[in-house]
């Protein structure tokens, strides 16, 4: 009897050190995300985390017609959020840029790719995208993403938010 009560014990602490260690690996943050085309579909039905409507000073010429006409939507993928003011390796973010009469349309993306890829700009690549959400190409077919994407334009204003260089969480 008390062999029987011992084995079943054992068998116990095995399966909660088990389990314990299995739901500690599934949260482990990775250490290297590589956004690819299906990174960002159907990122319209991501946390849909602001709607800005009109100029916004923070923008310049950034993301195109900053002006009264223009609507932009910024979506987070799994509603993501900061951890201790910093985003987790494989956040991803999507911007959806357009006006009413159809002269703006741009889609851009952000993806918190970690392992030093852009070590001065807290690991972030930039994405511009399709509207089914692929990384667009320029004329040569060279997919348009990167830590510098337009000459580093991303790195220089995003730098500048209060957030892991994100303006709006």
């Known amino acids: 009897m008390k062999i029987t009560k011992l084995f ?3 068998t116990a602490l095995l399966f909660i050190a088990y389990t314990t260690q299995s739901c500690q690996e599934k949260t482990t943050e990775p250490s290297e995300f590589i956004a690819d ?4 579909s159907g990122f319209a039905s991501w946390q849909l985390a602001a709607t800005k ?22 979506y ?21 840029v357009y006006n009413t009469s159809g002269s703006v349309e741009a889609y851009v993306g952000m993806v918190k790719r970690g ?7 807290n690991d972030w ?15 040569s077919g060279a997919k ?17 938010a209060t957030t892991d260089y994100s303006f709006i969480k």
Not at 76 to 96: E, F, L, R, S, W
Not at 125 to 139: H, K, P, R, S, V
Not at 146 to 159: D, F, K, P, T, V
Request: aromatic share 8%.
């Open 37 to 40: 085309d299906a990174t960002f």
């Open 53 to 74: 409507s009109g100029p916004d000073p923070t923008l310049g010429a950034a993301h195109e017609g900053n002006d009264s006409t223009v609507t932009r939507k910024i």
């Open 144 to 160: 348009q993403r990167g830590a510098n994407l337009m000459n580093g334009a991303c790195n220089l204003c995003h730098e500048k």
């Open 8 to 10: 079943f014990a054992a």
């Open 125 to 139: 690549e930039w994405f511009i995208l399709n509207a089914d959400g692929t990384i667009a190409t320029d004329a």
């Open 76 to 96: 987070y993928k799994d509603a993501q959020d900061p951890v201790n003011g910093t985003y987790p390796v494989g956040t991803a973010i999507a911007k959806h």
């Open 115 to 121: 392992n030093s890829f852009n070590s001065s700009h």
